[in-house]
């Protein structure tokens, strides 16, 4: 009896997600050793440690793999999630807001065009009401508080932030997150991490094969989470629509879909949401996909995000396991 042909997905097992640099007892510095170096600047706790297991998987069972597909975050640094796309009307008078125990900034000092600008914080967050954008903070259940009213840097760029806050909010995805700089293209937060990156070459050596390499994010008017579509795709790329060769990769009805990578709530979870859209019976894909759930971790304090994808796919015929339970557990037939 044939085994089932197996194909490994990996999320965006890239450096700005999972190194670790600079000093963790100094999270301030360590934020701006990262950001100097655009290495790990949205470094997932647990990040590292699950790419290496994966790498671990690849190198002693590689063989078992019949396809490999892997995903990039590539972004400009002038992007509507990075802090540079918005500025503070006036310097916030708290210098921090408290929710769930923790003191997040309300805002960073930035240069721009020669003047200093107050930025908002990463892991804030931004909405839309009536034509308004406003900054905050979600707490763990997902509630926004707000600091204040917040403005486009470039005007020009209000009516589209807008209509893509509103957009993002009617879809039911994910509210706008400020994020670090990070996955800066030609930046080593661009690459993937050094253990991934050798089991690749090893197993494309042996296989005589190729990893497929899947890009996104490269637009900087919107999000790109899942490697499918863009969270709100811009009319003028046609990078940002469905990438329909990403769907033919992975639409093989006898094959096993291994998924892992960073970050489980966000780009990994989308990505399976969205590829499970592109099928006219969403739950056969479903069944075909394996989580490796030592093969991934979540952004801190966004870790309800993950669950809930668990939660929502697991009962639909989502398999389960780790990397080192795979290859002897009842999951494959």
Same mark, same amino acid.
């Given at each position: 009896m044939s085994r089932r042909k197996r194909h490994l997905l990996l999320i965006d097992g890239q450096d700005s997600f999972a190194r670790q640099v600079g000093d963790q007892k100094d999270p301030v510095r360590?934020?701006?050793?990262?950001?100097?170096?655009?290495r790990g600047e949205l470094c997932v706790p647990g990040g590292?440690?699950?790419?290496?297991?994966? =790498?671990?998987?690849?190198?002693?069972h590689g063989n078992q793999f019949d396809d490999m597909t892997f995903t990039f975050d590539c972004h400009q640094l002038l992007h509507i999630a990075h802090a540079i796309w918005f500025r503070w009307m006036s310097k916030p008078k708290e210098a921090f807001i408290t929710v769930d125990g923790r003191n997040v900034p309300t805002y960073q000092e930035m240069?721009?065009?020669?003047?200093?600008?107050?930025?908002?914080?990463?892991?804030?967050?931004?909405?839309?009401?009536?034509? =308004?954008?406003?900054?905050?903070?979600?707490?763990?259940?997902?509630?926004?508080?707000?600091? &204040?009213?917040?403005?486009?840097?470039h005007l020009g760029f209000t009516s589209w932030t807008t209509s893509y806050l509103r957009k993002l909010r009617e879809? &039911?995805?994910?509210?706008?997150?400020?994020?670090?700089?990070?996955c800066l293209i030609g930046t080593d937060g661009n690459r993937l991490i050094e253990p991934i990156q050798d089991a690749m070459f090893a197993w494309e050596q042996r296989e005589f094969g190729v990893v497929n390499k899947i890009t996104k994010g490269s637009n900087m008017k919107t999000e790109h989470f899942g490697a499918v579509h863009a969270e709100v795709e811009d009319p003028d790329d046609v990078a940002t629509k469905v990438n329909t060769h990403f769907i033919g990769l992975l639409s093989d009805p006898d094959q096993e879909?291994?998924?892992?990578?960073?970050a489980r709530g966000h780009c990994l979870a989308n990505t399976a949401r969205d590829i499970a859209a592109q099928f006219p019976d969403p739950d056969s894909f479903i069944k075909r996909l394996v989580l490796l759930k030592d093969g991934t971790a979540d952004v801190p304090g966004l870790e309800f995000l993950g669950d809930n994808f668990v939660n929502e796919f697991q009962p639909r015929g989502m398999q389960v396991t780790t990397c080192k339970e795979y290859f002897g557990s009842s999951v494959l037939v």
């Amino acid at each position: 009896m044939s085994r089932r042909k197996r194909h490994l997905l990996l999320i965006d097992g890239q450096d700005s997600f999972a190194r670790q640099v600079g000093d963790q007892k100094d999270p301030v510095r360590a934020y701006q050793e990262q950001q100097k170096l655009h290495r790990g600047e949205l470094c997932v706790p647990g990040g590292w440690e699950a790419l290496v297991n994966v =790498a671990d998987m690849i190198n002693l069972h590689g063989n078992q793999f019949d396809d490999m597909t892997f995903t990039f975050d590539c972004h400009q640094l002038l992007h509507i999630a990075h802090a540079i796309w918005f500025r503070w009307m006036s310097k916030p008078k708290e210098a921090f807001i408290t929710v769930d125990g923790r003191n997040v900034p309300t805002y960073q000092e930035m240069n721009v065009r020669g003047q200093l600008a107050y930025g908002p914080s990463p892991f804030t967050t931004m909405v839309e009401e009536n034509g =308004a954008i406003f900054n905050g903070v979600l707490d763990c259940k997902g509630n926004l508080h707000k600091i &204040g009213q917040i403005q486009c840097t470039h005007l020009g760029f209000t009516s589209w932030t807008t209509s893509y806050l509103r957009k993002l909010r009617e879809s &039911g995805r994910y509210p706008h997150m400020i994020w670090p700089n990070h996955c800066l293209i030609g930046t080593d937060g661009n690459r993937l991490i050094e253990p991934i990156q050798d089991a690749m070459f090893a197993w494309e050596q042996r296989e005589f094969g190729v990893v497929n390499k899947i890009t996104k994010g490269s637009n900087m008017k919107t999000e790109h989470f899942g490697a499918v579509h863009a969270e709100v795709e811009d009319p003028d790329d046609v990078a940002t629509k469905v990438n329909t060769h990403f769907i033919g990769l992975l639409s093989d009805p006898d094959q096993e879909i291994v998924i892992c990578g960073l970050a489980r709530g966000h780009c990994l979870a989308n990505t399976a949401r969205d590829i499970a859209a592109q099928f006219p019976d969403p739950d056969s894909f479903i069944k075909r996909l394996v989580l490796l759930k030592d093969g991934t971790a979540d952004v801190p304090g966004l870790e309800f995000l993950g669950d809930n994808f668990v939660n929502e796919f697991q009962p639909r015929g989502m398999q389960v396991t780790t990397c080192k339970e795979y290859f002897g557990s009842s999951v494959l037939v």
